[in-house]
């Protein structure tokens, strides 16, 4: 009995079953995808998340800014706690002993939080401006990894927050991780995993692993990373809307997780997943859902229960999401839809019932017509034939098409109808024009035309817009220090522009000559989509409530137009572009719910879209009214 002890004794602690062998490791991680459940933060939203040592999770969301602790069993442990008011946008944390945790926001503070959320102490970071994106331990256990998404960069610090070694050549680094002596990082630009050995290696995206698509070992937008047992690699597949198992030769072996097709649903179906995390002492896979606030456990389904048909689905196409950008053909019949999800520029038929697409164009890469990551989009008025303008983020670059498209009976799909005009790279002509030098090359997000043919596309990188002639060369700028923080629309208004600033919670409208912006007040934490009503008003949507607002051509209180979070007909979900025609109807990119929204100049209501995140009371018609 003694002996017995003894070696019971020396044998350690119990690992849990998939670590127990490596065989049953790779087995039982290649066969996570059983949803164990969710947790819910709303209204909170979850932006990053990293496993414990002792098991479970720790998450950090934004507005409200705090962090939550859940448990293995994943319950949560306890209430929230506020970050410091330093943290107000976390963007990655790392656990430290002692219950302590590294966490990093997208400002660029770098620091030491306790259990409770108080401050222990500020390390420096890079010296030079930086928006980070993830965290992560180093190559050895040594050290922090992190991203920089301003500079394409990722950088190595030590245990007191100093920079050790830099890399460049990245687009958007998104997700980080170490296995062995590995650096992996996902790159949402590329939609590729780039490895490389930082003691002897700079990192290549030519030689990366993946492509843009659905199918296995394909990417779209990936983001989180994670080790487990430093032989695999889980990548959250945002676009894709599941996670994908790697192993560390590069080789996708598993993946788990089917775009919900009902909203809200759970069940194992995921919504734009973007942190992921493995508890080692349990085996259980954490995924949060920003758009669904929430976060989904994964595990190992137990074998003698039955499969559920849709945990056996494979999605083999992307997904048509309207995007996060659109625009009208002023007094026209087009709209002009930017699709991130599949890196296409999609042109429909608008005044029907459901808007019919007649061509599109784009798909991955760097040459003309192709994109990475298109984001705003805007006709060019007072062309003979109509000419879209799209910001092609990740090429950092304009590009100009135009769709000489007549109407016939019977309506068809045109291929080949959408060409390409000029294309300007950004980066270059900013280094041309004095006033657009920078520190960083640009990034670009939203954009609008006015009747003049002025373009103007936001510059998030810089805190700007640049302004363009319909010949794409440059004619200004505006800026506003302290005020323009991070746009994410902006409208042509009259001679000016009007921007919602997601970052400052402001609208401000710029006009060429005046050196300080116009501010209007809006009582949103969140404008995501704005555009000036041919009566005067001003028309937003709020992306932390999911709501469409009013304001007065007089000014004064917003009026609430369709607000709460839903498939309802007066409901909105993380609703993005409005946009507004010469007759007054106005148009709503309800992104959550992938369907557009139309308010007509007499109030009339009408939703298209996919039919399962069409109101419930309109599935047939689509129609409802505005009281």
């Given amino acids: ?88 946008r976390p963007r990655g944390i790392l656990p430290l002993s002692r219950g302590h945790f590294i966490v990093v926001d997208r400002s660029g503070v770098l620091g030491e939080i306790d259990r409770k959320g108080r401050w222990v102490r500020t390390l420096p970071g890079p010296a030079a401006a930086w928006q980070p994106a993830a965290l992560a331990i ?20 030590d245990v007191d927050g100093l920079v050790q070694k830099s890399w460049s050549g990245f687009i958007e680094p998104t997700g980080i991780c170490a296995i062995g002596e590995q650096i992996w990082v996902s790159d949402r630009g590329h939609h590729r995993l780039i490895r490389f050995d930082p003691r002897t290696e700079q990192p290549d995206p030519t030689t990366a692993i993946g492509d843009h698509g659905a199918a296995p070992g394909l990417l779209a937008a990936p983001m989180g990373l994670c080790s487990v047992a430093d032989r695999w690699l889980l990548v959250s597949d945002r676009d894709n809307h599941r996670v994908q198992v790697f192993g560390r030769h590069g080789i996708s072996m598993h993946s788990f997780g089917i775009h919900s097709m009902l909203p809200r649903v759970a069940l194992g179906r995921l919504h734009y997943p973007t942190g992921v995390a493995f508890d080692h002492t349990t085996g259980v896979c954490g995924v949060i859902e920003p758009s669904e606030r929430r976060l989904q456990r994964f595990g190992v389904r137990d074998p003698e229960s039955p499969v559920p ?74 062309t003979s034939v109509p000419r879209i303008v799209v910001a092609d983020r990740g090429n950092r670059r304009l590009q100009m098409f135009e769709v000489p498209w007549k109407m016939t009976e019977p309506l068809r799909r ?109 009582g949103s934490t969140m404008p995501v989509g704005v555009d000036r009503h041919p009566d005067g008003s001003i028309w937003f949507t709020n992306g932390a409530n999911h709501s469409l607002l009013r304001i007065p051509p007089e000014g004064g209180e917003a009026e609430v137009i369709l607000a709460g979070a839903g498939t309802g007909e007066r409901q909105l979900f993380r609703p993005r572009a409005v946009k507004i025609d010469e007759d007054g109807s106005v148009w709503v990119l309800d992104h959550g719910n992938h369907r557009g929204v139309v308010i007509s100049p007499t109030g009339e209501l009408r939703h298209f879209g996919s039919k399962p995140y069409l109101p419930a009371a309109a599935a047939g018609s689509g129609k409802g009214r505005v009281q």
């Fill in 1 to 88: 009995m003694t002996v017995l002890l003894l070696l019971l004794l020396c044998s350690g602690p119990v690992l849990p079953s998939w670590a127990q062998n490596s065989t049953e490791a790779e087995d039982e991680v290649l066969s996570l995808g059983h949803s164990l459940g969710t947790v819910s933060f709303a209204p909170a939203v979850p932006v990053a998340i990293c496993s414990l040592e002792r098991g479970g999770f720790a998450v950090l969301t934004e507005r409200p800014a705090q962090l939550w602790i859940i448990d293995s069993s994943g319950e949560k442990d306890g209430a929230p706690v506020a970050l410091p008011a330093a943290i107000s």
């Fill in 414 to 522: 045109e291929p080949a109808l959408i060409r390409l005009v000029r294309s300007v790279d950004l980066e270059q002509l900013a280094r041309q024009y004095p006033s657009w030098h920078a520190s960083v090359p640009p990034r670009l997000t939203a954009l609008a035309c006015n009747e003049s043919g002025t373009i103007a596309v936001c510059d998030e990188a810089n805190a700007r817009i640049l302004l363009l002639d319909a010949r794409f060369r440059a004619i200004g700028v505006f800026e506003a220090p302290g005020l323009l923080r991070q746009a994410t629309a902006i409208s042509a208004d009259g001679d000016g522009f009007l921007v919602a600033d997601a970052g400052s919670g402001q609208l401000l409208r710029f006009v060429p000559g005046q050196l300080v912006p116009e501010l209007i007040e809006t």
């Fill in 309 to 382: 048909a849709a945990e056996q689905w494979q999605r083999v196409d992307l997904v048509s999401h309207y995007g996060a950008y659109w625009a009208l053909q002023r007094g026209g019949r087009l709209l002009a839809v930017s699709e991130p999800d599949s890196e296409r520029i999609s042109v429909l038929v608008r005044d029907l019932e459901n808007p019919f697409e007649v061509d599109d164009i784009g798909g991955h890469g760097s040459l003309p017509t192709r994109f990475r990551t298109p984001t705003g989009i805007d006709f060019l008025p007072g």
């Fill in 138 to 157: 180093g190559p050895g256990g040594e050290g922090w990894l992190v991203t920089d998404l301003l500079r394409g960069q990722v950088h190595h610090l």
